[in-house]
């Protein structure tokens, strides 16, 4: 249809223009456009008259059976549901939705990116949540995708790990305890440093250090307590990793990339982007990228820092995988951070496009009633016990009902990622219960509710002929389904282009409330045998479309709920 306009545009005015149709309130049509106000400034001409120049040859095709001008010239249209239905079906695929955009490209998304030895937190929950999603929309879209989990295992956390097992823990405790005990330790020994720092003191930060300085240098006690910690830590990871249904496809994390940091530090020193200081720390200034403050990349110690395995990252991907685009899915406070890397790697003459796809925080009502950000005043709260109080919720709701232990995984799962994605992954999100599990509202089983209505439907129809080439009927009953159809290519462009997946999870919701209404004027399975027949065939695109779209969003569709 936008390419009848355009062509139509291109006959009258001999330009080519670009037209996008934008869905306007109801009562003024099915499709909108304001190409007439554009058209009005290139042309110097009154946009309403253009406007009424298009819609009297628009008017000669049989695509549209209403066309207006309105206001200054928006020309509103309205379409016929069996014509739809042509010109959907002509576009149908089994991957109806996706697209080629990406075609030819690499894309490096890296997610989740947890911190070792300690136990995988709720502060993980959105890179997770919104890495995968950023994952799937890249693949939906034609790119070539790989992921790498980012880990860290290196830095100064190292150092507060070792320290706080020798002085507050044993073998006995590691062994009993794993993560969860390396995760006391390390809460305990951070404590321990502000209570030193606050008494004017340094042996313990000192002793911190030191041991970063033995892991860097090679040491053999320092590389036992690395892989111990890691193997640890990999394993809880991991175990998480598979309760949330997402994956990668490499894990470098920044002790892999600790050596080549060194080196990446000294080409810089090379090609004179960065400065050596006289007490042998290294920054690289920044003030032709507009910021005042330099960034560290070497302590004076020689030490690495973010900055200096972030480096080494970049360089390692940009020898071995050529990435077009590398995501990096972390928190917003790192925005700062990140925008000086990326013009650190400018500099240096990297071209790759580096995104930051950042979020907000978790917010949860306290016991005083007081929204404040997701944690504990022991240390964190932890994904397991998250998705133990998910799957305790979900059962709750289906009680009584025939639902298996699978699918109350997925309700449960469903529940907690969908509350990712009610709002722009830019804002703080409020996790709370009654919310995230409502059953008549913008959650996670509302939507796979309305999947599995659908599905299951099509399943009581099994023995029955779906046709969506019915002759004698009109279609009518299910315009309002089959235009919202015909937005969701556009909707995963646009969520793909912008890194906004939740423009996937409010167009779900939208299609939920259209089915919804649609189950309260219409019969299926009670209607006429053709007329059912056309309808379950519509049915099955919608069932295609739920599926597909949760996908995008990491959210699996329940068999019974």
Do not use: C
Request: net charge negative; proline share 3%.
């Amino acid at each position: 249809m936008e390419e009848l306009l355009a062509q139509t545009i291109a006959r009258l005015y001999k330009i080519d223009v670009e037209v996008r149709f934008s869905r306007p309130d109801p009562k003024f049509g099915d499709y909108s456009t304001n190409i007439a106000l554009k058209l009005a400034k290139e042309l110097g001409r009154n946009s309403r008259e253009i406007a009424n120049d298009i819609i009297v040859d628009l008017q000669r095709s049989s695509m549209f059976s209403s066309v207006s001008v309105a206001g200054a010239g928006f020309i509103n249209l309205e379409v016929s549901a069996i014509t739809l239905l042509t010109i959907l079906n002509s576009d149908w695929s089994k991957n109806y939705g996706e697209n080629d955009d990406g075609r030819g490209r690499t894309v490096v998304v890296e997610y989740p990116s947890p911190n070792m030895a300690k136990p995988y937190s709720v502060g993980h929950l959105r890179p997770a949540n919104q890495g995968w999603a950023a994952r799937q929309l890249m693949k939906a879209t034609g790119w070539n995708v790989i992921t790498d989990n980012h880990l860290g295992d290196y830095g100064a956390p190292f150092g507060i790990w070792v320290v706080g097992f020798i002085k507050y823990s044993s073998d006995e405790k590691l062994k009993s305890d794993g993560v969860y005990e390396l995760g006391r330790v390390y809460i305990k020994t951070k404590q321990a440093l502000k209570d030193e720092e606050l008494a004017g003191a340094s042996s313990l930060a000192s002793e911190v250090q030191s041991w970063l300085i033995k892991l860097e240098q090679g040491d053999d006690e320092a590389k036992k307590y690395s892989k111990r910690f890691n193997d640890i830590s990999l394993a809880h990871i991991h175990d998480i990793m598979h309760r949330m249904k997402i994956s990668t496809d490499y894990e470098y994390g920044e002790a892999f990339f600790a050596p080549r940091g060194k080196q990446a530090v000294q080409q810089l020193l090379d090609k004179g982007v960065a400065v050596q200081n006289d007490d042998n720390s290294v920054i690289v200034p920044l003030d032709d990228f507009g910021f005042n403050v330099p960034l560290l990349v070497q302590k004076s110690n020689g030490a690495a820092l973010y900055a200096t395995t972030d480096l080494a990252t970049i360089l390692f991907r940009e020898e071995n995988w050529q990435p077009d685009k590398v995501i990096y899915v972390v928190g917003g406070e790192q925005q700062f951070y990140f925008s000086q890397l990326f013009a650190m790697a400018r500099k240096l003459g990297i071209n790759t496009e580096l995104t930051h796809l950042w979020f907000g925080v978790i917010d949860q009502i306290n016991d005083d009633g007081v929204r404040e950000k997701m944690s504990s005043r022991k240390g964190v709260v932890l994904m397991e016990d998250l998705l133990n109080k998910a799957e305790a919720r979900a059962r709750e709701i289906v009680l009584e009902r025939n639902v298996s232990d699978e699918d109350i995984k997925k309700i449960a799962l469903g529940a907690i990622k969908y509350s990712d994605f009610v709002a722009d992954r830019r804002t703080n999100i409020l996790f709370d219960w009654k919310t995230i599990f409502a059953l008549t509202g913008h959650s996670g089983p509302y939507v796979q509710y309305a999947a599995v209505r659908v599905n299951k439907i099509l399943n009581d129809s099994q023995d029955a002929e779906f046709d969506l080439a019915v002759n004698d009927y009109d279609y009518e009953s299910e315009k309002a389904i089959l235009l919202k159809i015909m937005e969701y290519p556009s909707i995963i462009r646009q969520a793909a282009t912008d890194l906004e997946p939740h423009k996937v999870a409010n167009y779900l919701y939208e299609l939920a409330r259209i089915m919804n209404k649609y189950y309260e004027t219409t019969r299926v399975k009670a209607a006429e045998k053709s007329i059912m027949q056309a309808r379950l065939g519509i049915l099955k695109k919608v069932s295609h479309i739920f599926t597909h779209g949760l996908g995008l969003i990491g959210i699996e569709v329940p068999d019974a709920m």
